[in-house]
């Protein structure tokens, strides 16, 4: 079981012409409103990998609220763990022509307290619980024996805070511009830090690719997979979904990280934040990519 705590948004997408810089006025070319969240986007993701998966996001009573738990639930995702006492968040999305975006989005209610009901309630059975790097600062001291951490520090802005996660996790995400640009931490301190903490790191670079950085220090560094990109809302959450129901699956963090580039690639194909393929349609693209050793995916 792997339970996604973190955020559910109600998203406001508008397409642009460009990203308007501030004082200026652009025409929007469409404008949708959709079910979004970068906890929830990977969860749907994971689930449509096969994983075991439920959503604890708080979100309201409101119908709104129903139709964003109804759209998890019609993709394998058990929602019984999510509080109605609280409010669905909006997020509004800017999306430039090339996929560009810029992202305006509303606090949750997910607090340490809701995070503590949740790992109380996942330590009866055991599992791994994922979070977004919103969750970095609200992480407790320790995690219960039976309760692994996956995290995706994106969102987070707080060094000390990063840490602590990557320390509680045995598979930490990020961007690289947050962890090498905003966090100063170089790519010489990866693998001393994965080796100090055991935990393995998945750099994502976007159009560049991603490194992964394993506890005993072998890095792998493999390019995006070419795509023509129709919207990167969401690629980054699919990929961690993805990675993450495979490695929960048992497969080699390696492995997994190769078929959530490909994943990811699929959803930048895609229009909406939740463009990440069934399994399905993962095995049939992979089966096309003749220079990446992808077989056996199920």
Do not use: K
């Amino acid at each position: 079981m792997i339970v996604f705590f973190g955020y559910a948004n109600n998203d406001v997408t508008v397409h642009v012409p460009h990203v308007p810089v501030l004082g200026e006025r652009v025409q929007a070319t469409a404008i949708d409103s959709i079910d979004g969240g970068m906890t929830a986007n990977a969860a749907v993701s994971a689930a449509r990998m096969g994983a075991c998966v439920a959503f604890a996001g708080a979100v309201g009573p409101d119908t709104r609220s129903s139709e964003f738990l109804a759209g998890l639930e019609r993709d394998g995702v058990d929602t019984s763990w999510s509080p109605r006492d609280a409010f669905l968040s909006t997020a509004v999305v800017l999306i430039a022509d090339g996929g560009d975006r810029s992202i305006i989005s509303q606090d949750d209610a997910n607090d340490a307290d809701r995070l503590a009901s949740v790992l109380n309630t996942l330590s009866v059975d055991g599992g791994r619980l994922f979070v977004d790097g919103y969750r970095a600062a609200i992480l407790p001291p320790e995690l219960p024996d039976n309760v692994s951490l996956a995290i995706d520090l994106d969102g987070c802005d707080d060094l000390g805070a990063a840490l602590h996660a990557f320390a509680l996790a045995d598979h930490v995400i990020v961007g690289r511009s947050l962890w090498q640009h905003n966090f100063g931490i170089e790519a010489d301190r990866w693998s001393t830090l994965t080796a100090e903490h055991d935990t393995h790191l998945v750099v994502t670079d976007g159009e560049h690719g991603w490194t992964l950085v394993t506890p005993s220090g072998q890095t792998i560094t493999e390019p995006a997979v070419p795509v023509d990109v129709v919207d990167a809302v969401g690629a980054g959450d699919c990929f961690c979904g993805t990675y993450i129901a495979f490695v929960d699956a048992g497969r080699a963090p390696a492995h997994a990280a190769r078929l959530a580039g490909a994943s990811a690639a699929l959803a930048c194909a895609t229009a909406g934040p939740r463009g990440c393929p069934s399994i399905t349609e993962l095995t049939d693209f992979t089966a096309t990519l003749a220079t990446v050793d992808l077989q056996e995916i199920r």
